[in-house]
């Protein structure tokens, strides 16, 4: 039996659910604050997506399901459950399959979750963002860090699995400061961090502030780096390393969701915004869907939400897959970049970097170090240019 390039990644379903309660200032994901959702309408809706997709692809094990947005702790558990049932229509859910979804503290209660387990869903992905009451206010959260914990420990009680999400690099953080939220946060941790730097993203309020010289306290470049390096030290300590430039976790509880994107899997993208990676007959496909809400359940219903689907060159691949395996501590596999595009990598510029002490490579692999992570996007634009 072949075996497909994909299957060195793996395959996963992401189901984007762009509503929120509150659009957050520094926010650049396709979210939207709607009153009033049929849910009945959209779970049919989503779940006919799915079964679309699914066509294309018949007899796949399906090795994760990945519920974001937006705030997919609105969905109510019926939802839920309908886009799961669909996504065992046409493809084989692994013995293991892991099905996360993204939740807010404001919009956690023990039924609701025990509703989401019921339906499969067997892990939590947490937005606490911050566990200092006046940052969570700037950073335009409606929760407040007791609330965060409460709805931690609801999460605790009824999934094995449960991740949370910090921002760091904040404004009037100082290395202590974030020195000493990090040790709370590994106290409060199960298996698994993600850990993000505060970046200020054009078109959301917050890149307008920064715009109008309006937003404050930022640290400068080289508080950032320290920042990063305290927080590598600090979780490889705690027996939570870094496993991707931002996500943390004890060995074995890695994302295995997340894993099939940096390792250049194939994934089928639904809802309003999504993206998907597909391979079809050999040939890789990037599909994307409609991102306003109401256009994208409107095409949806008429035979299909993707405005566009389109093959990918071996040069695009070679790229997609460097942009996002570069992320990994692994690396990526030269022989597998190389059958992409056997001209993507300048063994001058490869040598520069490793002399520079950014990149490291071995007879067949290729990575970026501590000090490579700090300036990734820098050392992409090196390799790709």
Request: hydrophobic share 40%; with cysteine.
């Amino acid at each position: 039996m072949t075996v497909e390039d994909w299957q060195n990644g793996g395959f996963g379903l992401y189901v984007h659910w762009p509503f929120c309660e509150a659009k957050c200032p520094y926010c650049d994901f396709n979210s939207h604050v709607t009153r009033g959702i049929d849910q009945a309408v959209w779970a049919q809706v989503l779940a006919k997506e799915v079964r679309r997709v699914s066509g294309l692809t018949k007899g796949r094990v399906l090795n994760s399901i990945f519920f974001g947005g937006g705030t997919p702790s609105l969905m109510e558990p019926e939802t839920v459950k309908a886009v799961l049932e669909a996504s065992k229509e046409d493809w084989t859910w692994s013995n293991n399959i892991e099905i996360t979804l993204e939740a807010n503290p404001r919009s956690v209660d023990a039924v609701r979750f025990e509703g989401y387990a019921n339906a499969g869903v067997n892990r939590v992905s947490l937005g606490v963002q911050s566990l200092r009451d006046p940052d969570l206010k700037a950073l335009g959260r409606l929760h407040g860090v007791e609330e965060a914990k409460a709805a931690f420990s609801v999460a605790r009680s009824v999934f094995d699995r449960v991740s949370f999400d910090l921002i760091y690099a904040r404004q009037g953080q100082s290395l202590e400061d974030w020195r000493d939220e990090l040790h709370e946060a590994l106290d409060l941790s199960v298996d698994h961090l993600s850990l993000y730097q505060l970046t200020i993203e054009q078109g959301t309020a917050f890149g307008d502030r920064y715009n109008t010289g309006r937003l404050k306290g930022l640290p400068d470049d080289d508080l950032g780096a320290d920042m990063f390096e305290l927080t590598q030290e600090i979780c490889a300590e705690a027996g939570m390393p870094a496993y991707e430039v931002s996500n943390h976790a004890a060995p074995g509880a890695e994302s295995r969701h997340n894993q099939i994107y940096w390792r250049y899997g194939d994934y089928a993208g639904v809802g309003p915004g999504a993206h998907g990676r597909l391979t079809l007959n050999g040939k890789k496909f990037a599909s994307v869907s409609y991102s306003q809400p109401g256009k994208w359940l409107a095409s949806a219903q008429g035979g299909s939400g993707d405005v566009s689907f389109e093959r990918l060159s071996g040069k695009d691949q070679a790229g997609e897959y460097l942009m996002m395996g570069l992320r990994l501590r692994e690396g990526v596999s030269l022989d597998r970049l190389r059958s992409f595009n056997s001209r993507v990598l300048a063994d001058d510029v490869v040598e520069h970097l490793v002399d520079l002490g950014l990149a490291w490579k071995t007879e067949n692999a290729l990575g970026v170090t501590e000090q490579g992570k700090l300036v990734l996007n820098a050392v992409i634009a090196e390799l790709l240019p």
